[in-house]
């Protein structure tokens, strides 16, 4: 019987079909990115993605009659990406990792399954990048036991199956998942099509055969992940690699994670030995010049399941055009114009003339509302000129009303920055603790007012 080509035109930002070619894509608002692909050939056979991503149908049950098992973890040998994956590589799991040119991802999968052959667990590393050469060479460099390692230089997912029936590996590496393809699917690889259909196939493969996968992904010039946005609910765990300001520093962080906590960073040191675990993150944020300046501030985040201590910057400075500007890096822009407004309304600051500038020093990204405080102090520091205490750090969610609300895991903030060194904290009045922590003295405040008074007596 002749089969039918089918062929769709789907956005190449976003994945988004449409019956017919248009200018601009409604799903993600992109221009020009609309293409025609050709998705095979139709016959009479279902196809086997028609199980879903788990690749195998089952009967209906009560969710009660589901048996429990304990998940299985493979350990990497570097707690820094262990603690990222939510404590090892959970078998039968298929995990994104993606990253800017250089960043370092096929150097962190690299070591990590040299150290997991090490431990007798048998591991493939399929190519589709780099020649085996290369990567002989980067693992000579690296001092990494060559021996234990499979090499397979290979695109077409078919095969990879192929050899991996044979071999029966416990952990695959597919690097990368933008350069293989699948044979049903007749587009080029890394379109659209492709990235979804390989990627479907490879984890139906390794849901059926539990086996572990890593696939290396690439990014797009606004560092978001290129391919369909399908592919990242079809996998289990998506984490980034990224650098820092300062180039030798890289953070893995952790955006979707069925098997961990989501937002979970790990943080790596680059050198000619490779990625090498930093154990003091906060010491890597907080590389502070020893003659303070106004403006310069220390908080608390937590990221994950541990506190991190960061600097967050402000600079006031009279606006010399008709239009101040307010900038920053590091946070929403959005809350930056919120926490003015609340300055001005409820502290009697008026900022309105002057432009100001925030920075999270060292590249990181702050997600949550625990540095409000730190920024309204860094803000008013440099506006009046006043130096902060190398020995003082601040966090607390601020209201639209003024107040300082409290923030979780408070207790586990002040401990690891009393362990730092520092001295004096000013935190909301609910995070005060019970007991007395041994060389800190407690600021309790409940109102901006309240924390702006303590401000001007340090």
């Known amino acids: 019987m002749s089969k039918k080509k089918h062929s769709a035109f789907v956005c ?22 609309i293409k025609e692909v050709r998705l095979g050939t139709a016959g009479n056979e279902r196809p086997n993605r028609s199980l879903g991503y788990a690749g195998s149908a089952s009967e209906v049950k009560l969710l009660s009659d589901v048996s429990l098992v304990n998940t299985e973890r493979i350990a990497t040998g570097m707690s820094e990406f262990d603690r990222v994956l939510g404590g090892g590589i959970v078998t039968g799991s298929v995990v994104l990792i993606g990253g800017a040119p ?25 190519s589709g990048e780099e020649s085996l050469q290369q990567i002989a060479e980067r ?13 397979l230089a290979e695109t077409s997912v078919q095969r990879i199956c192929d050899v991996l029936d044979e071999i029966k590996p416990k952990i695959l590496v597919i690097d990368s998942i933008q350069v293989v393809y699948t044979q049903d699917v007749e587009s080029a690889p890394g379109s659209v099509s492709q990235v979804r259909e390989s990627a479907s196939y490879l984890t139906q493969y390794a849901k059926k055969h539990h086996i572990s996968i890593f696939m290396v992904g690439h990014v797009t010039k606004d560092q978001s992940l290129a391919g369909p946005m399908t592919l990242s609910h079809i996998v289990d765990t998506q984490v980034m690699l990224s650098s820092t300001d300062d180039a030798r520093f890289r953070v893995l962080r952790a955006d979707k994670n069925r098997f961990g906590s989501v937002g979970e960073l790990g943080f790596f040191a680059m050198d000619s030995a490779g990625l090498k675990e930093v154990k003091n993150p906060s010491a890597m ?7 303070p300046s106004p403006g310069s501030v220390v908080t608390v985040l937590w990221e994950g399941t541990r506190p991190l201590l960061v600097e967050i910057q402000a600079l006031v400075t009279e606006c010399q055009y008709g239009n ?10 959005n809350r930056l114009a919120m926490l003015l407004a609340v300055l001005t309304r409820h502290g009697g600051i008026f900022t309105a003339n002057d432009e100001i500038y925030a920075n999270v ?8 509302t625990s540095s409000d405080l730190a920024i309204i102090v860094g803000i008013v520091s440099s506006f009046r000129d006043k130096i902060i205490p190398h020995d003082a750090f601040f966090f607390g969610e601020i209201g639209l009303s003024g107040e300082i609300r409290p923030v979780a895991n408070g207790q586990a903030r002040l401990n690891d920055a009393a362990k730092h060194g520092f001295k004096k904290a000013v935190i909301p009045k609910a995070n005060a603790p019970k007991k007395r922590i041994e060389g800190l003295q407690i600021y ?4 901006l007012l309240e924390a702006l008074d303590v401000l001007s007596e340090l």
Not at 444 to 447: L, Q
């Open 12 to 33: 190449q930002q976003c994945g988004a079909d449409y019956p017919r070619w248009g200018g601009q894509c409604t799903s993600c608002g992109e221009w020009n990115t």
């Open 102 to 126: 250089g960043a370092g991802k096929s150097t962190l999968l690299l070591q990590a399954i040299a150290n997991i052959a090490v431990q007798g667990v048998s591991v493939l590393y399929v």
């Open 139 to 151: 693992a000579h460099r690296l001092g990494l036991p060559a021996d234990k390692i499979m090499m």
């Open 285 to 291: 944020f907080l590389n502070r010049p020893d003659k």
């Open 324 to 333: 101040p500007r307010r900038l920053a890096v590091g946070f929403d822009q």
């Open 361 to 368: 020093v060292g590249g990181i990204k702050v997600t949550e």
């Open 444 to 447: 309790p405040v409940a109102t």
